[in-house]
């Protein structure tokens, strides 16, 4: 008989399916250390999942089973080597604080409420996300605004995780330019900027985000902003880049319109200091 697991977050609950075929000795020492309860926290490289920490499970001599990279939505995702077992509700891939891709198992999936339960994992994340915002813990934030076609939106800089790279492209503000989307980066638009033109990764994040974060390519002083699942990428395969900051204000409308350029075309992009900055 296949074996099910309950899942419950924040009141609403989903059935899901072990691949106990497929992964036979790590679905054995997850259903032996059930019942599990935890803090769902939304993953910092790996796009839309939220994740629990099960300490008694990390074992890095745990073989891999039922290996996979990317998370489908409503996939249980399981890394042994931390104990870590993701929930994915988009676009979701294993990966460590390098933002190297790496494997995980995929230990089972959800089968039941499917939609209910993402939505609030997805809501939980965007509230982590918030909660997580320099605004939230306090201090003075530098802050940006972004127009395309008329429509402005807010963007809060991560000056503690790249002070090197906000700083440069606050001293390049404002910029005016030709917005155009990404050839290889999947759901992104890009624009060229004034900057430091330096190799390798600066400051705290070295891949795309997810929607409304937009990163930038310090050999090529370029910025990206992402309206979905997108993956920094040139001609040349995957390639690193710095998150600048996220969209705070108004970010729906402006991923629209980010989102429509892949048909209608290139656009103008002004980026310049908030009134208050």
Request: charged share 25%; glycine share 10%.
């Amino acid at each position: 008989m296949t074996k099910q697991v309950r899942v419950i977050l924040d009141g609403v609950e989903a059935v899901a399916r072990l691949h106990e075929d497929a992964a036979p000795q790590t679905v054995a020492r997850f259903w032996a250390a059930l019942p599990i309860e935890a803090v769902l926290r939304h993953v910092r490289w790996s796009g839309e999942a939220g994740y629990i920490l099960i300490s008694q499970l990390a074992d890095k001599t745990q073989p891999l089973e039922n290996a996979i990279s990317f998370y489908p939505p409503g996939s249980i995702a399981f890394r042994a080597e931390h104990g870590e077992t993701a929930f994915s509700y988009g676009q979701a891939q294993a990966r460590d604080h390098a933002h190297v891709a790496t494997w995980a198992c995929h230990l089972g999936t959800l089968e039941t409420n499917i939609d209910a339960f993402l939505a609030k994992v997805a809501a939980d994340a965007e509230r982590g996300r918030q909660a997580d915002a320099p605004s939230a813990r306090g201090g003075a934030v530098k802050r940006v605004e972004v127009e395309i076609d008329g429509v402005v939106a807010q963007t809060e800089l991560n000056e503690a995780g790249a002070p090197r790279a906000t700083a440069a492209l606050w001293n390049a503000l404002p910029i005016e330019a030709r917005l155009e989307h990404a050839k290889w980066s999947g759901r992104a638009c890009g624009v060229s900027a004034a900057g430091p033109r330096r190799r390798g990764r600066i400051g705290a994040s070295g891949v795309l985000d997810i929607s409304g974060h937009p990163p930038r390519r310090p050999d090529r002083s370029e910025v990206l902003m992402s309206h979905g699942a997108a993956e920094y990428r040139s001609v040349l395969g995957v390639e690193y880049g710095t998150q600048l900051g996220r969209l705070v204000g108004n970010r729906d409308v402006l991923l629209a319109v980010l989102a429509r350029m892949h048909d209608e075309g290139d656009k103008r992009i002004v980026i310049r200091r908030t009134a208050a900055a």
